[in-house]
């Protein structure tokens, strides 16, 4: 009897299993337990509670943010947990999120698409989470604003959508600089970070 042994081909490499996606689906069963959870390309994320400090920031802006759109409605503002759907494997829930008028479409018992303006304040379990994954999410998905507000260091970084649809980082403000942060998507907001900060 004739025996043939083949040689296993050096670049063969044994098969390994894909990572589980999950979808939107999957995320309506996700417990209800305090913490943030959130789908990014698929992927379960999940962070903490928010601290104290935290929280005073998120109500602080979100604050400033409102009175400013009472004296001139031209959208809407909104804070976490509020589900974003960007696609049927991203759901998030930006801190602070403000929808324009033109944009109000994407309103519904929550928000499916793209908000003008979304708002993360960074904590220690989502930094990168927040300065990478989500800035790339929210490019992706064609957000027009993006701020990452740091408490550590009391800066806040802006992105924005240029017009060739580059979404570069165009600021970098700091309460030590006595730094106002501003944006075209609401004029005339002006918020001193010493007051955000305080």
């Not at 947990?81 to 930006?94: A, G, H, K, M, Y």
């Amino acid at each position: 009897m004739y025996n043939r042994v083949m040689d296993r081909p050096s670049d063969m490499q044994p098969a390994r299993a894909e990572p589980i996606r999950f979808t939107y689906e999957d995320y309506l069963a996700f417990p209800d337990d305090g913490r943030r959870h959130e789908l990014i390309d698929g992927e379960h994320v999940v962070t903490p509670a928010p601290t104290r400090r935290h929280q005073e920031l998120s109500l602080r802006l979100a604050m400033a943010i409102g009175n400013h759109l009472a004296a001139r409605p031209v959208g809407a503002v909104y804070t976490a947990p509020l589900d974003v759907i960007l696609s049927d494997t991203d759901v998030v829930q930006p801190d602070i999120l403000f929808v324009s008028n033109e944009r109000r479409q994407v309103l519904g018992t929550w928000v499916h698409g793209a908000p003008d303006l979304a708002v993360e304040i960074i904590s220690p379990a989502s930094r990168r989470i927040d300065e990478v994954t989500k800035r790339r999410l929210f490019d992706r998905a064609g957000v027009r604003e993006y701020w990452v507000v740091d408490p550590e260091i009391e800066v806040v970084k802006i992105y924005r959508r240029a017009e060739n649809g580059a979404f570069p980082r165009v600021a970098e403000l700091s309460r030590e600089a006595s730094s106002v942060v501003d944006t075209p998507l609401l004029p005339g907001f002006a918020l001193p970070l010493a007051a955000l900060f305080a």
